[in-house]
C-alpha cells in the first residue's frame, strides 16, 4: 500500500500521503525520517531509490479510491518529490498522472525548487503545490539542508505556480530562525495562498527558541498581511 493515512502531526498537513521514494538526498540535518522509519541516517540520505514496484502499487491504491471523492494525497512526507533523483526516474510526474487518471488530486510538498517546474503543466483545479520555506540566508540553507534547493529557487517556483494559476501553499516548518521565518512570511505572501505555520522538533536547537513569542509575533504579521494561516497544533500549545 502506497498511499496512507497520516498520523500525528503530519495528519495535519495531509488526511492522505504517499512516498514514492525510499530515503532523500536532501540531507536535512533536522531530518526525523531516518529515526522514524528505523534507518540508517547515511544509508537514508546517500542512496534513495524509488520504492519497489512503486507505480503499480499507486494504481492499485489509485482504483480502490475511485469514486470515493478523497481529498489530495500529498506527495511527500518521509522523503522529497523532487529530489535530485526525480530528474532520472520521472516517479513523481508518473504519480501525478495515475492520480489524475482516476479522478484523484495532488499536493506537492517539496524543498526541490525548480526541479518541481516541470510538472506544473500537469497541476489543475483540486491540486496543490507547497514549498518548505526555512531561510532567506543561502549559507544557513546549505548548512542544515546542504542538497535542496536554495532560498530563493524554491521561491520562483512558487511564483511561477502562482502565475500559472496554481494553489500555493508554504510549509513554515522547521523554524530553525525565527526571524528569518517571519522575513519569509513578508517576502513571500503576495503569490502564496496558506501558510501553514509549526515548530522545530528532534533537534537541541529547538530549546533555544522563545515559541510563545514566535508564534504570536507569526500569528499577528499574518493577520496584519490579510493570510490564510493554520498554526500547528504544537505551536498553538506553546503561544
Not at 25 to 32: A, D, K, L, P, Q
Not at 178 to 185: D, F, N, S, V, Y
Not at 190 to 207: I, Q, S, W
Request: net charge neutral; charged share 25%; aromatic share 10%.
Amino acid at each position: 500500500m502506497i498511499i496512507y493515512e497520516p498520523a500525528g502531526r503530519a495528519r495535519e498537513y495531509s488526511a492522505l500521503a504517499a512516498n514514492l521514494y525510499s530515503g532523500c538526498e536532501h540531507g536535512c540535518v533536522y531530518c526525523y525520517a531516518p529515526s522514524a522509519l528505523r534507518r540508517d541516517k547515511e544509508q537514508f540520505h546517500t542512496h534513495p531509490c524509488p520504492r519497489k514496484n512503486v507505480l503499480a502499487q499507486l494504481e492499485k491504491d489509485c482504483i480502490k479510491l475511485k469514486g470515493t471523492n478523497p481529498p489530495p494525497v500529498l506527495f511527500s512526507f518521509t522523503t522529497d518529490p523532487y529530489q535530485p533523483i526525480e530528474c532520472e526516474y520521472g516517479i513523481t510526474r508518473c504519480g501525478i498522472k495515475l492520480l489524475h487518471q482516476y479522478g484523484l488530486n495532488v499536493e506537492i510538498l517539496t524543498k526541490g525548487g525548480m526541479r518541481a517546474a516541470r510538472d506544473f503543466d500537469l497541476l489543475n483545479d483540486g491540486d496543490a503545490f507547497a514549498t518548505t520555506l526555512t531561510f532567506i540566508n543561502n549559507a544557513d540553507s546549505l548548512k542544515w539542508e546542504p542538497k535542496a534547493a536554495l532560498p530563493a529557487d524554491r521561491i520562483r517556483a512558487m511564483q511561477l505556480a502562482h502565475e500559472k494559476g496554481i494553489q500555493v501553499w508554504a510549509s513554515l516548518e522547521p523554524v530553525i530562525d525565527p526571524e528569518q521565518t517571519l522575513k519569509l512570511i513578508m517576502l513571500t505572501h503576495n503569490f502564496v495562498d496558506l501558510f501553514k505555520v509549526g515548530k522545530l522538533n528532534y533537534h537541541p536547537r529547538a530549546r533555544e527558541i522563545d515559541w510563545h513569542n514566535f508564534g504570536w509575533q507569526a500569528k499577528k504579521l499574518l493577520e496584519e498581511l490579510k493570510c490564510a494561516y493554520y498554526l500547528k497544533d504544537d505551536l498553538r500549545k506553546a503561544m
